[in-house]
């Protein structure tokens, strides 16, 4: 499957611990970015990379920091987990440079569940 | 800041009927609108964007700039349709990110 891949798929972990999530992109695609979805919550942008750089940034917490890496693949580190975290982490990649957003294309997301 | 408004969590139509999903947005600029739509274990996918102006699997998404509205229409229901729809919104900027509403959940009933 050449899709966007997100591992893990579910996590749990207890408050104060730090957690990894990691999202390989499309073949080509040069594009990540992260959402969270909360429940009854529409998907909150947190933030997006571009071959490597930080192109655009949304809510995201100072708890939780991102990062590309040379081979595009991006882990968003999420760190003193609070309760309210707990959500589902989408990761998305596109190939547009991030000027103009045309197509995401979208991980199966991972569920972190924060005790 | 830009925003996108679903009023609709579910919307429960009878197969054959017509349906339209509602999406306003809140942006002063000249935004560009997409439907994005999850099926029932699968990925969220693009559905279509204002921009194309076309019909995907029978919908259509007309922009109306007066109202802010970019409502999702299609005019026969199919057990199929049944899914989760996502109005998104973004603009041609240094900001590439796309907005999300919270969704509306389409129930298609026999």
């Known amino acids: 499957d050449s899709g966007v891949t997100q591992t893990p798929k579910h996590l749990i972990t207890a408050t104060g611990q730090r957690v990894t999530l990691r999202c390989s992109p499309r073949?080509?695609?040069?594009?990540v970015y992260w959402y969270q979805q909360s429940l009854d919550q529409g998907l909150q942008f947190l933030i997006q990379?571009?071959?490597?750089?930080?192109?655009a940034k949304g809510n995201i917490l100072e708890r939780f920091s991102a990062q590309q890496f040379p081979d595009l693949h991006s882990e968003l580190n999420l760190s003193s987990l609070e309760l309210g975290d707990s959500a589902l982490y989408f990761c998305?990649?596109?190939?547009?440079?991030?000027?103009?957003?045309?197509?995401?294309?979208f991980g199966e997301g991972s569920r972190l569940t924060v005790l | 800041a830009q925003r996108v408004t679903q009023p609709e969590k579910l919307l429960s139509v009878f197969k054959g009927a017509p349906v339209e999903l509602k999406c306003n947005y809140s942006?002063?600029?000249?935004?560009?609108l997409f439907w994005y739509v999850q099926y029932s274990r699968q990925r969220l996918q693009l559905l279509l964007r204002?921009?194309s102006r076309e019909s995907i699997k029978g919908f259509t998404a007309d922009l109306n700039k007066g109202e802010t509205s970019f409502h999702l229409k299609k005019p026969f229901a199919q057990e199929e349709d049944s899914a989760m729809y996502y109005c998104?919104?973004?603009?041609?900027?240094?900001?590439?990110?796309?907005?999300f509403g919270t969704g509306t959940r389409l129930q298609v009933t026999l």
């Open positions: 942006y002063s600029g000249s935004p560009e």
């Open positions: 073949s080509g695609d040069l594009s």
């Open positions: 204002h921009i």
């Open positions: 990379y571009y071959n490597g750089e930080e192109r």
């Open positions: 998305a990649s596109s190939v547009e440079p991030g000027l103009v957003v045309g197509e995401l294309f």
């Open positions: 998104a919104l973004t603009y041609t900027g240094t900001a590439s990110k796309l907005t």
